[in-house]
T-cell receptor
Framework: GENVEQHPSTLSVQEGDSAVIKCTYS??????FPWYKQELGKRPQLIID?????GEKKDQRIAVTLNKTAKHFSLHITETQPEDSAVYFC????????????FGAGTRLAVHP | GAVVSQHPSRVICKSGTSVKIECRSL??????MFWYRQFPKQSLMLMAT?????????EQGVEKDKFLINHASLTLSTLTVTSAHPEDSSFYIC???????????????FGEGSRLTVL
């Protein structure tokens, strides 16, 4: 079936550094790619998303890039802060049917003061 | 953003009993809701797609007789874990997609999740 691969599984950075998380997807017809942040025991929260007709999108310290040819998209967090520590999930919306959202395995980001 | 409410947030039950989890869209109508399952330190695994007024669509490997889904109205979907066993212990999260909001991005909004512990 269709899947989304996410790397790395864990990421540790110093406060102020940048963090990059990468995902690849298999469904070439996917057209919507959100990123979610999940704190321990809480619901996933959308932090940024990108559609397939755009190559890059930025929202303050967060940016996402998309390479449709390579079926690859990445999350970039600059000037990381301790409160950025959480698990981040990428996702891809499958084409057809009910436009299901398939998630990557998640990246546990730790930002150290 | 749109609000999705899930209840209960935590439930502990004995093995063999059934547990019902409710998922409500509070300020919008959701013709489609999605049920996910999340084991500790793992990703969200799609279990089924809940469709208002029709049968749910289950993902491969998910037992439809074990996980009963009912989407009786445009604002409520329920997941019933029947004859629960310890291996069913997990975090169950529902989500709903809002059509037309934010220019029709189809953004998913998640409920708070329900942590099920089967003794």
């Amino acid at each position: 079936g269709e899947n989304v691969e996410q790397h790395p599984s864990t990421l540790s950075v110093q406060e102020g550094d940048s963090a990059v998380i990468k995902c690849t997807y298999s469904d070439s017809a996917s057209n919507y790619f959100p990123w979610y942040k999940q704190e321990l025991g809480k619901r996933p929260q959308l932090i940024i998303d990108i559609r397939s007709n755009v190559g890059e999108k930025k929202d303050q310290r967060i940016a996402v890039t998309l390479n449709k040819t390579a079926k690859h998209f990445s999350l970039h967090i600059t000037e990381t802060q301790p409160e950025d520590s959480a698990v981040y999930f990428c996702a891809a919306r499958l084409s057809g049917g009910y436009n299901k959202l398939i998630f990557g395995a998640g990246t546990r980001l730790a930002v150290h003061p | 953003g749109a609000v999705v409410s899930q209840h209960p947030s935590r439930v502990i039950c004995k093995s063999g009993t059934s547990v019902k989890i409710e998922c409500r869209s509070l300020d919008f109508q959701a013709t489609t809701m999605f049920w996910y399952r999340q084991f500790p330190k793992q990703s969200l695994m799609l279990m089924a797609t809940s469709n208002e007024g029709s049968k749910a669509t289950y993902e491969q490997g998910v037992e439809k007789d074990k996980f009963l889904i009912n989407h009786a109205s445009l604002t409520l979907s329920t997941l019933t874990v029947t004859s629960a066993h310890p291996e069913d212990s997990s975090f169950y999260i529902c989500s709903a997609r809002v059509r037309g909001l934010r220019g029709g991005t189809g953004e998913l909004f998640f409920g708070e999740g329900s942590r099920l512990t089967v003794l």
